[in-house]
């Protein structure tokens, strides 16, 4: 019997430290270290990820939306907090928890001026998207004298940063066209650091960036995925370890006869006698629609067992035929040995979307070891 009893997502914080350390190793020791903990710390518990990552010494945390950062405030972080994509609605409401906003485009940075002014704020810490080939958001080179001009008539804020966002740092085949981005970012850099008369923090890289591309460390990097212990790479892989764990159990053991199907649409027929298992687990759980129809595999003492038919809201079905196991025993869905990089890839998606799909019904359970 496994001590699994029911299906949860294990977070070991000494995974989170072995990462968070081997990624500091590829910097220099004055390059700041920002950890991304959005979308809930790609699908751990943003909390939990970013308080251990104060106390081991992260200079910075990222999230998407303001209220995400509202959450760790009120969690108690006191580390910076940058907030990439925000928008004007919640602006008054970003100064309130001494949250830092991206302003990345002319409206932006207006609204965020007039609510600045309005909230009576003096130097107040911003931070300028640059668009440097991503096409998402930011700034174009071309409007840096726009930015100049309006942080020439108010002193409500400061630049706190200048940033851009990598397109392609995880892709060998795109190097020529990443170098572009970097020394696009530096000259759109050198030209506001003149205009400005001051030097913000400046950043440009992700995880690969970090892993790929030293000269684009400047002063700080932005790592998410690497800090969970993937690192878009089988290299960098095998030396990250993955924080979550995603385990459940057998709930029932089916025996299928030839020509018996399975699960919603019949989507799965039975051509043998087969054996199957009931795990609870589903789409509203994160494991998508994706999975179903061997896209998609779990582990079972060792042994890889396809989710077969049609992935249902709460529960999956695999196949066990070749599997000697009983009703209760431990299903790995992913973990060290069983990559959540390569699960995902098998079903056309990346680590990434796997991890953050994690819903909030899945119990976190924390390993801390230290
Ligand atoms: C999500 C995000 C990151 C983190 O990227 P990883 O590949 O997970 O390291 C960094 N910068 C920006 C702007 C992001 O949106």
Same mark, same amino acid.
């Given at each position: 019997m496994s001590s699994v009893k029911e299906t949860i997502l294990e977070i070991n914080l000494a995974h989170l430290t072995h990462n968070y350390n081997y990624l500091r190793s590829k910097l220099k020791p004055d390059v700041k270290l920002l950890a991304v903990v959005k979308a809930a710390g790609y699908g751990s518990d943003a909390v939990v990820m970013a308080k251990h990552l104060e106390k081991i010494g992260a200079d910075y945390f990222a999230v998407a939306y303001v209220s995400e950062g509202i959450a760790l405030r009120e969690a108690g972080i006191t580390t910076p907090i940058l907030v990439l994509h925000p928008q004007p609605i919640n602006f008054s409401v970003l100064i309130h928890y001494q949250l830092e906003p991206s302003l990345y485009s002319s409206r932006v940075l207006r609204e965020f001026i007039a609510v600045a002014e309005v909230e009576k704020q003096k130097e107040y810490p911003v931070h300028i998207k640059f668009n440097t080939g991503l096409n998402r958001i930011g700034f174009w080179e071309d409007d840096v004298e726009y930015i100049i001009d309006h942080l020439k008539k108010t002193n409500t804020i400061k630049i706190q940063s200048l940033f851009s966002h990598l !397109? !392609? $740092? &995880?892709? @060998?085949?795109?190097k020529e066209f990443t170098i572009n981005q970097i020394n696009s970012f530096k000259k759109t850099a050198s030209v506001m650091i003149a205009a400005l008369g001051y030097t913000p923090i400046l950043h440009q890289s992700n995880t690969s960036g970090v892993l790929n591309? *030293? &000269? !684009? @460390?400047?002063d700080m990097v932005r790592t998410g995925i690497g800090l969970y212990g993937y690192g878009n790479e089988a290299i960098y892989d095998n030396a990250l370890k993955p924080v979550a764990s995603l385990k459940s159990i057998i709930s029932q053991i089916h025996m299928l006869e030839p020509g018996e199907t399975l699960g919603y649409n019949r989507a799965f027929k039975a051509e043998g006698f087969i054996k199957t298992a009931t795990i609870p687990i589903g789409h509203a759980d994160g494991i998508g629609r994706q999975y179903g129809n061997k896209k998609g595999f779990v582990t079972v003492h060792g042994k890889k067992a396809y989710i077969i038919g049609n992935v249902c809201m709460d529960m999956i079905m695999i196949d066990i035929t070749d599997i000697e196991c009983n009703e209760g025993d431990e299903v790995i869905i992913f973990d060290n040995t069983s990559s959540a990089a390569i699960i995902a890839e098998d079903a056309g998606t990346i680590s990434y979307e796997l991890l953050t799909a994690? $819903? *909030?019904?899945?119990k976190r359970v924390i390993i801390d070891n230290n």
């Amino acid at each position: 019997m496994s001590s699994v009893k029911e299906t949860i997502l294990e977070i070991n914080l000494a995974h989170l430290t072995h990462n968070y350390n081997y990624l500091r190793s590829k910097l220099k020791p004055d390059v700041k270290l920002l950890a991304v903990v959005k979308a809930a710390g790609y699908g751990s518990d943003a909390v939990v990820m970013a308080k251990h990552l104060e106390k081991i010494g992260a200079d910075y945390f990222a999230v998407a939306y303001v209220s995400e950062g509202i959450a760790l405030r009120e969690a108690g972080i006191t580390t910076p907090i940058l907030v990439l994509h925000p928008q004007p609605i919640n602006f008054s409401v970003l100064i309130h928890y001494q949250l830092e906003p991206s302003l990345y485009s002319s409206r932006v940075l207006r609204e965020f001026i007039a609510v600045a002014e309005v909230e009576k704020q003096k130097e107040y810490p911003v931070h300028i998207k640059f668009n440097t080939g991503l096409n998402r958001i930011g700034f174009w080179e071309d409007d840096v004298e726009y930015i100049i001009d309006h942080l020439k008539k108010t002193n409500t804020i400061k630049i706190q940063s200048l940033f851009s966002h990598l !397109a !392609a $740092s &995880e892709d @060998h085949n795109e190097k020529e066209f990443t170098i572009n981005q970097i020394n696009s970012f530096k000259k759109t850099a050198s030209v506001m650091i003149a205009a400005l008369g001051y030097t913000p923090i400046l950043h440009q890289s992700n995880t690969s960036g970090v892993l790929n591309y *030293p &000269e !684009a @460390h400047f002063d700080m990097v932005r790592t998410g995925i690497g800090l969970y212990g993937y690192g878009n790479e089988a290299i960098y892989d095998n030396a990250l370890k993955p924080v979550a764990s995603l385990k459940s159990i057998i709930s029932q053991i089916h025996m299928l006869e030839p020509g018996e199907t399975l699960g919603y649409n019949r989507a799965f027929k039975a051509e043998g006698f087969i054996k199957t298992a009931t795990i609870p687990i589903g789409h509203a759980d994160g494991i998508g629609r994706q999975y179903g129809n061997k896209k998609g595999f779990v582990t079972v003492h060792g042994k890889k067992a396809y989710i077969i038919g049609n992935v249902c809201m709460d529960m999956i079905m695999i196949d066990i035929t070749d599997i000697e196991c009983n009703e209760g025993d431990e299903v790995i869905i992913f973990d060290n040995t069983s990559s959540a990089a390569i699960i995902a890839e098998d079903a056309g998606t990346i680590s990434y979307e796997l991890l953050t799909a994690i $819903s *909030p019904r899945v119990k976190r359970v924390i390993i801390d070891n230290n």
